[in-house]
């Protein structure tokens, strides 16, 4: 035994004093040369998250949430490779990311400090009308999205909404108060079993400490899509889009869904419903004093000078897609100066938002007036130019085309 042990330890003083080769010191050297190079990439890392302010910190972090998101969200969505609608979303979300970055908003939630990120603008191949960001500046269309806006001026309202979620640091608020409510759940189920609870009252205590939970988090949600919505309006009144593309884009939104199964979510309510939202962002325009021309921004019906087709020198009022009034030369009044005036006085009024409630027909003598004044008068002449068509007639088709446009006018804004 003793002689065993003698063996092996000479065997290991042995391999412990042979010379190492050449090989074995290069092998020896490259490692310590990467164990050198980890330690100064951990070093300079350790003296850079030094040298960074709290609020750098914090940028960092979210960029770092907002790199990992995105990488999982693109794991599981195609992205739309066509370049004209990237370039389309690219361009109106740099302008809008530009003011962000430079321009310090009121927070009615989250946090108005300023960070200075590089946002990226991606859509995303899915046909539901949504849009989402990530912290750190990622913010992804979806392609349903843009079939739904009607216009630049919307899709900008909706980039603007997305980027006050970013700017304004909203995850990162919710973050904050979840850990909050997390801690005092703890400390709740901590007092129960330390009261000697039964298992039962600990498990009622558990569920309704969650729903309360859910429903002051979906409060907090609710909080942060109010100040996204007010945040851009604000960016949108300094960029070159109509601030008015938010209004008809959540107008458009709350019709939708009263054709919808209505539910009730009560306290898992993440979002104000659009019909809420809607009113409060029309009150901020009006704060603001921007004009609500609700058709600059929309596809909504215009009126529209047309020379006839079939008759020379004839011209006409047409309005929603369809005719509305042949005129007539009168009194040295030529055709086109007729029409060409009804359709002028048809869309002021339907730029200032007339209603149904604002036209008047009269039958003696044939007109159409709006707010007190008068729109068209059918004459001898114009009974003479679309006969067998009678005044009546020729009234009636007027008012019908008129009626047909304010109608779905009034249902674009029902909420």
């Not at 739309?80 to 939630?109: P, Q, S």
């Not at 409510?181 to 189920?189: D, G, P, S, Y």
């Amino acid at each position: 035994m003793a002689a065993a042990l003698g063996a092996l330890f000479a065997l290991t003083l042995c391999a412990a004093t042979i010379p190492a080769t050449s090989s074995e010191k290069e092998a020896g050297a490259a490692t310590e040369e990467k164990t050198a190079v980890k330690e100064e990439k951990a070093a300079a890392k350790k003296a850079s998250e030094k040298a960074l302010t709290p609020e750098e910190r914090a940028a960092e972090t979210e960029k770092k949430q907002g790199r990992e998101a995105s990488a999982e969200l693109e794991k599981q969505y195609k992205l739309v490779k066509d370049e004209a609608v990237n370039a389309r979303v690219e361009r109106i979300g740099k302008e809008l990311a530009k003011l962000a970055n430079e321009t310090e908003v009121h927070a009615h939630y989250g946090s108005p400090k300023i960070a200075k990120f590089d946002y990226v603008f991606k859509v995303l191949d899915d046909k539901d009308v949504n849009a989402l960001s990530m912290p750190g500046g990622f913010v992804y269309i979806n392609k349903g999205l843009l079939d739904y806006v009607q216009s630049d001026d919307e899709l900008a309202a909706v980039i603007a909404h997305e980027i006050a979620h970013i700017s304004h640091h909203h995850m990162q608020s919710l973050l904050k108060e979840q850990s909050k409510l997390n801690n005092q759940i703890a400390v709740a189920l901590l007092a129960a079993i330390v009261a000697k609870g039964s298992a039962g009252d600990v498990g009622n205590l558990m569920m309704g400490a969650q729903m309360v939970q859910i429903a002051r988090l979906n409060g907090y949600s609710r909080q942060a899509e109010k100040d996204a919505d007010m945040t851009a309006i604000a960016y949108l009144a300094m960029s070159k889009s109509n601030p008015v593309g938010i209004l008809t884009f959540m107008e458009r939104l709350a019709r939708d869904e009263v054709a919808r199964p209505a539910i009730e979510w009560g306290i898992y309510q993440t979002h104000p419903y659009p019909a809420e939202r809607s009113r409060d962002i029309l009150d901020e325009l009006r704060k603001r004093n921007v004009p609500i021309d609700r058709r600059a921004v929309t596809t909504a019906a215009m009126a529209e000078l047309k020379k006839s087709e079939n008759k020379p020198d004839v011209f006409e009022a047409w309005v929603g897609g369809a005719k509305m009034f042949e005129a007539a030369a009168v009194d040295g009044q030529s055709s086109e100066d007729r029409a060409k005036a009804i359709v002028e006085k048809l869309n002021m009024l339907l730029n200032s938002g007339v209603s149904l409630r604002d036209i008047r027909r009269t039958t003696d003598p044939p007109a159409i007036s709006a707010r007190g004044e008068l729109l068209l008068q059918v004459t001898e002449a114009d009974a003479s130019l679309s006969a067998p068509m009678t005044a009546a007639d020729i009234l009636r088709e007027a008012y019908n085309a008129l009626y047909r446009t304010l109608v779905e006018q009034d249902l674009q804004q029902v909420y």
